[in-house]
């Protein structure tokens, strides 16, 4: 069965320190693809980043940065320089692969409520 | 790009109604999914349509529960009746044909059934 596990309910960081937050997945598809999404208090699901299962280097986007270990089957996301704007809920999601031409569904972990202290 | 574009926003209504919930898709994309999120049971996948076809409907939760996407740019999910627990926020979104960027959520519907 294919399962997300985020084990941090919450987080608090101080602002403009960096935060490491938890993922780890179970599959047993040779090909995957795994995604991060922030949920603002607005409600609105925001896409932050996205790691290949094949691709060998760690997948950046600005201030985000997806560290992934395959054989752990670990995909954290490391946020640097945090932000007062970075508080929200942060979700882990997985989706196997299934070709360019067709739509597999994307499960997501339980989410990580991160507060950034001023 | 006017991004997936959901209504309505809100809905509250009475138990036993029907609730039609109605969802536009990113032009180009040609996959749909309907998510519901509640405190209880997180992010569920209920539907999701390839080129407007309904793919894996394994997710929906009863009988009460249907969806439709007649055109590439239309889609509705329908509650007949409704029920307090369906009482959820919906989430649409769409994901194009190539790439693999994730998929484009719709702000959301948050329902409430009294």
């Known amino acids: 069965a294919q399962k997300i596990t985020q084990t941090q309910p919450g987080m608090f960081v101080q602002e403009k320190e960096a935060v490491t937050l938890d993922c780890t997945y179970d599959t047993s598809d040779q090909s995957y693809g795994l995604f991060w999404y922030k949920q603002p208090s607005s409600g609105e699901m925001i896409f932050l980043i996205y790691?290949?299962?094949?691709?060998?280097q760690n997948a950046t986007e600005g201030r985000y940065s997806l560290n992934f270990q395959k054989a752990r089957k670990s995909a954290n996301l490391v946020i640097s320089a945090s932000q007062l704007g970075d508080s929200a809920m942060y979700f882990c999601a997985m989706r196997p692969w299934g070709g360019y031409s067709s739509a597999s569904k994307i499960i997501f972990g339980s989410g990580t409520r991160l507060s950034i202290r001023p | 790009d006017a991004g997936v574009i959901q209504s309505p926003r809100h809905e509250v209504t009475e138990m036993g109604q029907e609730v039609t919930l109605r969802c536009k898709p990113i032009s180009g994309h040609n996959s749909l999914f309907w998510y519901r999120q509640t405190m209880m049971r997180g992010l569920e996948l209920l539907i999701y349509?390839?080129?407007?076809?309904?793919?894996?409907d394994s997710g929906m939760p009863e009988d009460r529960f249907s969806a439709k996407m007649p055109n590439a740019s239309f889609s509705t999910l329908k509650i007949q009746p409704s029920e307090p627990r369906d009482s959820a926020v919906y989430f649409c979104a769409s994901r194009a044909p190539t790439g693999d960027y994730g998929y484009t959520f719709g702000s959301g519907t948050r329902l409430t059934v009294v």
């Open positions: 349509f390839n080129n407007n076809v309904p793919i894996d």
């Open positions: 790691q290949g299962s094949y691709d060998e």
